[in-house]
């Protein structure tokens, strides 16, 4: 009998976990990539292929033609709501107070995390210069959900 009711409450907790899990959102990751004239960050789908083909656009400005940013995330409390994902960049004519701002709207369908495309490219990326930091939150009118900063922020 009382293994019954030990394997009740390990259910319990694990739904109840799963609960709490689920209901949290949060920004989980932020992957800038600059971005060619055909619009690339990768010559073939290969990780390494990326990270070699990203350091051979960091060494030649003149490939560069803008940046985008791959964010996941995930909004686990606000599932059907209509979000903003919120992308705001310091750079050498900015500053944290007064960021360069870009706003995706997206809609969180279910608990799972989802993947962004936020660009910058054109003449808005030649007047941003270099990006020095960055910050990504997710929004739900006026309130913050969830956010990551990068290390400079």
Do not use: C, N
């Amino acid at each position: 009998m009382r293994w019954r009711w030990w394997i009740g409450m390990g259910v319990g907790l694990a739904l109840g976990m799963s609960t709490v899990t689920a209901a949290s959102s949060r920004v989980i990751k932020v992957l800038p990539h600059w971005i060619d004239a055909q619009g690339r960050v990768a010559l073939s789908p290969s990780l390494f292929e990326r990270d070699a083909y990203q350091a051979k656009l960091r060494q030649e400005p003149a490939l560069q033609r803008g940046m985008r940013f791959d964010v996941q995330w995930k909004a686990g409390d606000a599932r059907g709501a209509d979000l903003t994902l919120r992308l705001e960049l310091v750079t050498p004519g900015t500053s944290r107070t007064q960021p360069l701002v870009l706003e995706q709207p997206v809609r969180a369908k279910s608990g799972r995390s989802r993947w962004t495309q936020v660009l910058l490219q054109g003449q808005a990326y030649r007047e941003a210069g270099e990006i020095i930091a960055w910050r990504a939150s997710l929004w739900k009118g006026t309130r913050l959900l969830a956010e990551q900063r990068s290390f400079l922020w």
